[in-house]
């Protein structure tokens, strides 16, 4: 079944940016103990659009890879980190930055929360990395039953945190 995508641009505003933390994306793994501030942009955002997050251990945050964004988008396969030991697979079978519209994810601990900021560790964004959106870690959104995932992926991720 053929289906054509209609031809609409989306347009988004960043809601706010990573602040501190690493600077550059060209380390690959040791993620686990970045630590930085999600700001939100004040214009738009009062601290009430944070109420509540404090009771919440984890956040989901969704971001723009900003870092070399002239590069060109991946939109085949390719071995993941140029790894050709493992295999050639496609964008949206690994999480490659180069992916079309260049969006990010990532879950991570909220350790306070003040105004419009919040401190996280454990995200995987660099400093002045454009935020998208923010969503609460709730256990009934996680994913239901046994996951499943190929044996480079365990191998790729086993130094990422």
Same mark, same amino acid.
């Given at each position: ?44 955002? /009062?601290? +009430? #659009?944070?109420? &509540?997050?404090?009771? !919440?251990?984890?956040?989901? %945050? ?59 560790? /454990?995200? +995987? #964004?660099?400093? &002045?990395?454009?935020? !998208?959106?923010?969503?609460? %870690? ?24």
């Amino acid at each position: 079944m053929q289906v054509k995508p209609k031809p609409y641009a989306i347009q988004m505003l960043p809601i706010g940016c990573v602040v501190g933390g690493r600077r550059e994306a060209t380390k690959k793994d040791g993620w686990g103990n970045n630590r930085c501030t999600l700001v939100l942009d004040p214009t738009r955002f /009062g601290p +009430d #659009a944070l109420s &509540g997050l404090a009771a !919440l251990s984890h956040l989901q %945050v969704l971001f723009y890879f900003h870092v070399e964004a002239e590069e060109p988008e991946e939109v085949g396969a390719r071995h993941p980190r140029g790894r050709t030991d493992w295999p050639c697979v496609g964008i949206f079978a690994q999480r490659g930055r180069m992916r079309p519209n260049r969006i990010g994810t990532s879950y991570c601990r909220i350790l306070a929360v003040r105004g419009t900021e919040i401190d996280v560790v /454990g995200l +995987d #964004a660099v400093d &002045g990395s454009p935020l !998208l959106d923010l969503k609460p %870690v709730w256990e009934e959104y996680l994913p239901g039953g046994e996951l499943r995932q190929p044996d480079w992926s365990h191998e790729l991720m086993a130094l990422y945190w």
